[in-house]
Nanobody, 126 residues
Framework: QVQLIESGGGLVQAGGSLRLSCAAS????????AGWFRQAPGKEREFVAA????????HYRDSVKGRFTISRDNAKSTVYLQMNSLKPEDTAVYYC???????????????????WGQGTQVTVSS
């Protein structure tokens, strides 16, 4: 497995922006797909965005399309989530994840991931 550490969370007003980072160490991260998931209080964890191992393809949940952008810098073993036009309903703990299989596409199936970070809190005030 790969070790993942998220950063960049915080408190922001509605309409604001945050950029989350996920730094990886361990196995060769740049040969695995990556994704961001989130969990709000009292709710199940849900898919947010995913990126393929080379960064050529991405996938987003409908509610963040046009506002969030996932990207990766394989030279730095880091995945990013740029979040713009934030809404109170985006408030959650955000988790970074890496796929279990090498050379993965952008997958929204949680079962495709077997390495998880500890999470970073994002709070959007109205």
């Amino acid at each position: 497995q790969v070790q993942l550490i998220e950063s960049g969370g915080g408190l922001v007003q509605a309409g604001g922006s945050l950029r989350l980072s996920c730094a990886a160490s361990g196995r060769t991260f740049n040969t695995y797909g990556a994704g961001w998931f989130r969990q709000a209080p009292g709710k199940e964890r849900e898919f947010v965005a995913a990126i393929s191992w080379r960064g050529a393809s991405t996938h987003y949940r409908d509610s963040v399309k046009g506002r969030f952008t996932i990207s990766r810098d394989n030279a730095k073993s880091t995945v990013y989530l740029q979040m713009n036009s934030l809404k109170p309903e985006d408030t959650a703990v955000y988790y970074c994840a890496a796929t279990k299989r090498q050379f993965s596409s952008a997958s929204y199936y949680e079962s495709e991931y077997n390495s998880w970070g500890q999470g970073t809190q994002v709070t959007v005030s109205s």
